[in-house]
């Protein structure tokens, strides 16, 4: 168990953070991580504690689970919470209520997952939705999005942008990552329309993103923090890279930036990586070089094996933080998502500040049928 970090550098971990409506007390993020507790979508009382007790737990800012937008497939699990409707938007005003009364400030993370393998035998009212109906490359297993599709797709990212500020969250998440909906619009293997939304270059494929920003910047205002998530790999091929190249990578994310985003947050399974031969720079610092703008970095934080490692039975153990706190001090990225340790332990962030490295706790699979 490798857990040996100079605990006197961990002030860089502490610097407040603020940026258009986030006023953070410190740069640790708790990572968006699905969780079905929700049954019918619904959030209840046992999800708002969850929550509660990350903030309690001393996280500068929570990143809720994926919450899928209005739009019958966006969804493959009945237990996925909502992000519309009267009871589920009901359920999350009693999170946000419990986090700010912690002390805490969140964001939702909204979704739309595209196409997708069924969860067990259970299957939305419509067939799944996607650019040109791939569920794997090469392999057919929804419906091409059409133009009304593609508008009322739009407009409900845009409605759960603006319930979101309404119902007094500090910013808001688009999930654009993983191989779900937005990032198989980025994905020429899944993406191959001949129309607006599709195209050869990875810049030409950004089009439904970028028209996704845009309906969510003029449902929130100037002022209202946008993230959002992206990855190179994907869960349905780990080893894809969008962006082969920087100037690839500021082709696709640069026009993100001009029409809304805040905060990049660059998913990689191990944050450590370099992006691109030539440079130490992972995914977050480039990000930032690039455009300018703040990102936060996550993948593997303080643990020994890396995320998609757990499903298929691979335990993590507590790792050191010395790697995070270098790159910290250089500026490469302004904030850290931190995923698995949060998820096991809501006290992980205090017994690192405070030392109790005796206390930190592995990961195993287990822990995603918990709601600690």
Same mark, same amino acid.
């Given at each position: 168990?490798?857990?040996?970090?100079?605990?006197?550098?961990?002030?860089?971990?502490?610097?407040?953070?603020?940026?258009?409506?986030?006023?953070?007390?410190?740069?640790?993020?708790?990572?968006?991580?699905?969780?079905?507790?929700?049954?019918?979508?619904?959030?209840?009382?046992?999800?708002?504690?969850?929550?509660?007790?990350? %903030?309690? &737990?001393? $996280?500068?800012?929570?990143?809720?689970?994926?919450?899928? =937008?209005?739009? !019958?497939?966006? /969804?493959?699990? *009945?237990?996925?919470?909502?992000?519309?409707?009267?009871?589920?938007?009901?359920?999350?005003?009693?999170?946000?209520?419990?986090?700010? %009364?912690? &002390?805490? $400030?969140?964001?939702?993370?909204?979704?739309?997952?595209? =196409?997708?393998? !069924?969860?067990? /035998?259970?299957? *939305?009212?419509?067939?799944?939705?996607?650019?040109?109906?791939?569920?794997?490359?090469?392999?057919?297993?929804?419906?091409?999005?059409?133009?009304?599709?593609?508008?009322?797709?739009?407009?409900?990212?845009?409605?759960?942008?603006?319930?979101?500020?309404?119902?007094?969250?500090?910013?808001?998440?688009?999930?654009?990552?993983?191989?779900?909906?937005?990032?198989?619009?980025?994905?020429?293997?899944?993406?191959?329309?001949?129309?607006?939304?599709?195209?050869?270059?990875?810049?030409?494929?950004?089009?439904?993103?970028?028209?996704?920003?845009?309906?969510?910047?003029?449902?929130?205002?100037?002022?209202?923090?946008?993230?959002?998530?992206?990855?190179?790999?994907?869960?349905?091929?780990?080893?894809?890279?969008?962006?082969?190249?920087?100037?690839?990578?500021?082709?696709?994310?640069?026009?993100?930036?001009?029409?809304?985003?805040?905060?990049?947050?660059?998913?990689?399974?191990?944050?450590?990586?370099?992006?691109?031969?030539?440079?130490?720079?992972?995914?977050?610092?480039?990000?930032?070089?690039?455009?300018?703008?703040?990102?936060?970095?996550?993948?593997?934080?303080?643990?020994?094996?890396?995320?998609?490692?757990?499903?298929?039975?691979?335990?993590?153990?507590?790792?050191?933080?010395?790697?995070?706190?270098?790159?910290?001090?250089?500026?490469?990225?302004?904030?850290?998502?931190?995923?698995?340790?949060?998820?096991?332990?809501?006290?992980?962030?205090?017994?690192?500040?405070?030392?109790?490295?005796?206390?930190?706790?592995?990961?195993?699979?287990?822990?995603?049928?918990?709601?600690?």
């Amino acid at each position: 168990m490798e857990t040996t970090t100079n605990y006197s550098r961990l002030d860089t971990l502490f610097r407040p953070f603020r940026l258009k409506s986030l006023n953070l007390k410190n740069r640790i993020v708790m990572a968006p991580m699905t969780r079905s507790f929700s049954p019918n979508g619904i959030p209840g009382d046992n999800v708002a504690d969850y929550y509660r007790r990350r %903030a309690e &737990g001393e $996280a500068g800012l929570i990143l809720s689970e994926g919450t899928v =937008i209005g739009r !019958p497939a966006s /969804s493959n699990d *009945p237990n996925i919470p909502h992000f519309y409707g009267e009871e589920s938007l009901a359920g999350w005003k009693k999170v946000i209520n419990e986090v700010h %009364a912690a &002390g805490g $400030a969140m964001a939702p993370q909204i979704w739309h997952m595209g =196409i997708m393998a !069924p969860q067990g /035998s259970w299957l *939305p009212s419509t067939p799944f939705e996607g650019p040109s109906g791939f569920v794997a490359e090469g392999v057919q297993g929804g419906v091409a999005m059409g133009e009304n599709a593609l508008t009322d797709t739009i407009a409900a990212f845009a409605s759960a942008a603006a319930d979101a500020k309404r119902l007094g969250f500090d910013a808001v998440e688009l999930h654009g990552a993983h191989g779900y909906l937005i990032d198989q619009f980025f994905w020429g293997a899944f993406n191959q329309r001949t129309d607006a939304f599709g195209g050869k270059t990875i810049a030409e494929r950004s089009h439904f993103a970028v028209e996704v920003i845009k309906a969510v910047r003029a449902a929130v205002g100037e002022d209202f923090a946008i993230i959002i998530r992206l990855s190179q790999w994907k869960q349905q091929n780990l080893s894809v890279k969008l962006a082969n190249t920087p100037d690839e990578m500021a082709a696709w994310l640069n026009p993100m930036a001009e029409v809304g985003v805040d905060i990049f947050h660059c998913s990689q399974r191990r944050f450590w990586e370099p992006e691109f031969e030539g440079s130490d720079l992972n995914f977050a610092g480039w990000a930032k070089k690039l455009t300018g703008k703040a990102t936060i970095s996550v993948g593997s934080v303080g643990l020994s094996g890396e995320f998609m490692a757990a499903f298929a039975g691979e335990a993590s153990q507590p790792k050191s933080l010395e790697e995070l706190v270098n790159r910290m001090e250089k500026g490469e990225f302004d904030l850290i998502a931190v995923g698995r340790a949060l998820l096991a332990d809501p006290e992980w962030i205090k017994k690192v500040t405070q030392g109790r490295t005796n206390e930190l706790k592995g990961f195993t699979k287990e822990a995603l049928g918990t709601l600690v």
